[in-house]
């Protein structure tokens, strides 16, 4: 039981905490360092857990132009490890998170990666890859109208109960707290438009035959932003044979709002079993 006044919902540079190997989170597009408060708490008990903002998003720095890719966000973070003392770390992508993992890895940052619901699962522009960026263009007039309306809408149920069916299977799982800072980031992204115009012009994720750390990757049956049956082949068939490839029932694309300690299970669980294989190297 909840008693009390609720926590107000405010943007965050990123969430910082624990110790032991690094974790770095990486969240999705629209969103914000929020979606992984419960699972970063979880994941504090045995690590040292960085989840950053975005640049262009909601609480990140303040983006130039249009440009903005998987290559780009991926510099920004690196800025950021390199200020923590982090040459390489255990890292962990949502959807573009994801996407920017894989670019991430491929500088040679990662000990380990975790891909959730990776995007960039195309190879050109094709009516698939169309498809999701027209889901995204979509959202323009909710996301203008919780601007115009502000509180009002973050805080309104029935755009929860409209909204939160994108982003989860059991949105009635995901706290008042999380379904708030949901709506405000996205609502708050200056890189709404540009991320979809410079995704739209380009390619997706390249080089995975080239990925040399241990990968996990976890698809979600419930998936409707990217659909895994559709999306989801490229990271089948062209990772590495020793990747893990685990489907994530009951849960929708962005797992960890309504499953946190699944996820966190599911991320340490891969950590730990590389954690000596790399220490001893």
């Known amino acids: 039981m909840t008693t009390g006044r609720r926590r107000p919902v405010e943007p965050t540079v990123g ?3 624990g110790s032991g190997e ?11 360092p929020h979606v992984w408060e419960r699972t970063a708490e979880k994941l504090a008990e045995s690590f040292e857990v ?4 975005l640049a ?3 609480g990140g720095a303040p983006i130039d132009g249009w440009n903005v890719t998987a290559s780009t966000l991926a510099d920004d973070i690196e800025r950021q490890l390199d200020e923590l003392g982090w040459n390489t770390c255990h890292i962990v992508g949502n959807s573009l998170g994801g996407w920017v993992g894989f670019e991430l890895e491929r500088r040679g940052r990662a000990r380990t990666l975790t891909a959730v619901a990776p995007a960039g699962g195309w190879r050109e522009l094709t009516v698939a890859h169309l498809s999701v960026g027209l889901k995204f263009l979509s959202f323009g007039p909710l996301i203008g109208l919780g601007r115009v309306l502000g509180d009002v809408a973050v805080r309104n149920r029935a755009m929860h ?13 995901i706290s008042r707290h999380d379904a708030e800072a949901t709506l405000t980031a996205a609502i708050n992204c200056p890189a709404y438009l540009p991320t979809l115009w410079s995704g739209l012009r380009g390619g997706g994720v390249t080089g995975l035959g080239d990925v040399t750390v241990p990968v996990r990757l976890l698809l979600c049956d419930h ?16 990772l590495p044979a020793d990747a893990d490839r685990i489907t994530v029932h009951g849960v929708g694309h962005v797992p960890m709002l309504e499953d946190p300690d699944r996820i966190a299970m599911l991320i340490a669980e891969h950590v730990r079993a590389h954690r000596t294989q790399l220490r001893a190297v």
Do not use: C, T
């Not at 690094?22 to 914000?32: A, C, G, K």
């Open 50 to 53: 960085f989840a950053p903002a």
């Open 161 to 173: 109960r409209l909204l939160l069916p994108l982003v989860a299977k059991n949105p009635s799982a």
């Open 15 to 17: 969430l910082h905490m």
């Open 56 to 58: 262009g998003h909601w």
């Open 22 to 32: 690094p974790v770095l989170l990486i969240q999705p597009f629209l969103l914000s």
């Open 223 to 238: 998936d409707w932003i990217i659909p895994m049956r559709r999306y989801g082949s490229i990271f089948l068939d062209e």
